[in-house]
C-alpha cells in the first residue's frame, strides 16, 4: 500500500537558517506529491505540490522536487522565518477512483528570532 | 477565497454518547472527505464521498460510523457511540474533479475529545 515518512520532529531553527525537511514515499503507480502546512490554530493549507518526476513545487520561498529514482519530495527553504512555525505534512495522492491523500506524521517546525 | 468550514472547533462528550461533526464543503466542490489525527500520529483516511454515496472507506471508518450530505451543502460525519480512542481532531476536505495532481481543500479541524 501507499505511505509516506517524514523526518521526526520537532525542529527548531533561528530565523534566517536554512530549513530541509526529508519525506520519502512508497506508492502504486505515479502519485502526485503535496506539502500541505498547518498554523497554529488553523486547518491544513496547500504549500506546494508536483505531479511527475523531476517536477519542482514551489511557494512562498520553499521548494520541494520529485524525484522518481529516491522516491523523495524533501522540502527545502533558504531561510526561514518566525511566520513559517507551523506543522508541516508530506502527502501522496496516487489517484484511483476516490484521490485520497495519504500523509506523513507531520513536522513541527519553530522558528526563533 | 471559498473555505471548508468545520463545526464545533472543539467537542467534548462522554463515552457512549453520539456526536455530530458538521462541515460546509466549498459550493462547487465534488468529493468530499473526512480524515483524523490521533494525537501525535499521521492524518489518517476515514471516508470518501462522491455523487451522494461513500466511495471508499477506510478499515478505520467501521459501522459506529457515518457520514451524510443531506442538503447540498452540509456534510456531516456521526459516531453513533464514541469511544476513548475516537479522540482526536477530525478535518473536513473537499475537492473539484480533475485528476490526482487536483488539491484538496480542508477545514480547519475539529477536536473531539471523549471522557
Known amino acids: 500500500g501507499n505511505s509516506v515518512t517524514q523526518m521526526e520532529g520537532p525542529v527548531t531553527l533561528s530565523e534566517e537558517a536554512f530549513l530541509t525537511i526529508n519525506c520519502t514515499y512508497t506508492?502504486?503507480?505515479?502519485?502526485?506529491l503535496f506539502w500541505y502546512v498547518q498554523y497554529p490554530g488553523e486547518g491544513l493549507q496547500l504549500l506546494l505540490k508536483a505531479t511527475k518526476a523531476d517536477d519542482k513545487g514551489s511557494n512562498k520561498g520553499f521548494e520541494a522536487t520529485y524525484r522518481k529514482e529516491t522516491t523523495s519530495f524533501h522540502l527545502e527553504k533558504g531561510s526561514v522565518q518566525v511566520s513559517d512555525s507551523a506543522v508541516y505534512f508530506c502527502a501522496l495522492n496516487s489517484g484511483g477512483s476516490n484521490y485520497k491523500l495519504t500523509f506523513g506524521k507531520g513536522t513541527l517546525l519553530t522558528v526563533n528570532p | 477565497e471559498p473555505e471548508v468550514t468545520q463545526t464545533p472547533s472543539h467537542q467534548v462528550t462522554q463515552m457512549g454518547q453520539e456526536v455530530i461533526l458538521r462541515c460546509v464543503p466549498i459550493s462547487n466542490h465534488l468529493y468530499f472527505y473526512w480524515y483524523r489525527q490521533i494525537l501525535g500520529q499521521k492524518v489518517e483516511f476515514l471516508v470518501s464521498?462522491?455523487?451522494?454515496?461513500?466511495?471508499?472507506k477506510s478499515e478505520i471508518f467501521d459501522d459506529q460510523f457515518s457520514v451524510e450530505r443531506p442538503d447540498g451543502s452540509n456534510f456531516t460525519l456521526k459516531i453513533r457511540s464514541t469511544k476513548l480512542e475516537d479522540s482526536a481532531m477530525y478535518f473536513c476536505?473537499?475537492?473539484?474533479?480533475?485528476?490526482?495532481?487536483?488539491?484538496?481543500?480542508f477545514g480547519q479541524g475539529t477536536r473531539l475529545t471523549v471522557v
Open positions: 464521498f462522491y455523487n451522494n454515496e461513500i466511495s471508499e
Open positions: 506508492a502504486t503507480g505515479y502519485p502526485s
Open positions: 476536505a473537499s475537492r473539484t474533479d480533475g485528476g490526482r495532481g487536483t488539491e484538496a481543500f
